[in-house]
């Protein structure tokens, strides 16, 4: 305890980097397990998809898009994203809808949006197209 003690007041700055990226580590922790939003695994998508016929959205650039997308997917402009204006899919709001994005992160704010949209079923792609294919999964292009 005296050596912790001892690094940390000679090693100040790094002592502080550690504590600062400790805590974020524990309050993306926390606000993860609080949120009311929903990620589900490929395993867990692929069953929402054939068991109750989800409509999945992607986010990403019309080029990434291109390049390979799941199966069935529908791809959304950014601007419609940006703005908030998810009306084109307001004939899906009864439905499941999975929000796919390249990493699993910009999904989440989507997705969100779409929550205080009035969408009740949103759930995101955890680690996106790239968990996607990790685990051996089809894209279509």
């Known amino acids: 305890m005296e050596q912790m003690i001892e690094f940390a007041t000679n090693h100040y700055i790094l002592s502080g980097l550690f504590a600062a990226l400790l805590a974020a580590l524990i309050y993306t922790v926390v606000a993860s397990q609080l949120s009311s939003l929903k990620e589900l695994s490929t395993h ?5 998809m054939n068991k109750e016929d989800a409509y999945i959205l992607d986010i990403r650039p019309v080029a990434e898009f291109k390049k390979g997308h799941i199966l069935g997917s529908k791809q ?9 204006d998810f009306s084109t899919l307001e004939k899906s709001k009864d439905k499941p809808i999975i929000v796919v994005c390249s990493m699993g992160m910009t999904c989440k704010r989507t997705a969100s949006q779409m929550l ?8 995101t792609l955890k680690g996106g197209i790239s968990a996607w294919q990790t685990a051996n999964l089809p894209l279509t292009k």
Not at 44 to 48: I, K, V, W
Not at 116 to 123: D, H, L, P, Q, Y
């Open 116 to 123: 205080k949209a009035g969408f009740e079923n949103v759930v």
């Open 44 to 48: 867990e998508a692929t069953l929402l």
């Open 76 to 84: 959304i402009k950014a601007e419609l994203v940006t703005k908030g």
